[in-house]
Structure formats: structure tokens, C-alpha cells
């Protein structure tokens, strides 16, 4: 599944805290389809990517 390695790439490194994360994701689960909509909200929330 992808949620796990999404959560593992964005919050272990501390790009994203874990209740943003659960935020993002259950706002995501009110669209229909797939993560797309989640994607979009890490990204605005995350801004430019960080270089690890």
C-alpha cells in the first residue's frame, strides 16, 4: 500500500508533522479515486521540496 512509504517519506523525516499528515489524508478520503488530491495537499502544505 502507499500510505505507509508516503508517511514514512514525508513524516519520519519531519517535512510533515503526524497530525498534518492525518489531516491531509482524511480531508483526501471525501474525494473520490485515488491519493491524487492527498498528493496535491502534501505539496501545498510541504511548499518547495525540501533537498534531503
Known sequence: MVLPLL???VVQPGWLTPDAFLAGYGAAQAVP???FPFAADLRAVLG???NP
Request: no cysteine; aromatic share 0%; glycine share 22%.
Open 33 to 35: 479515486g485515488p491519493l
Open 48 to 50: 518547495s521540496a525540501p
Open 7 to 9: 508517511e514514512a517519506g
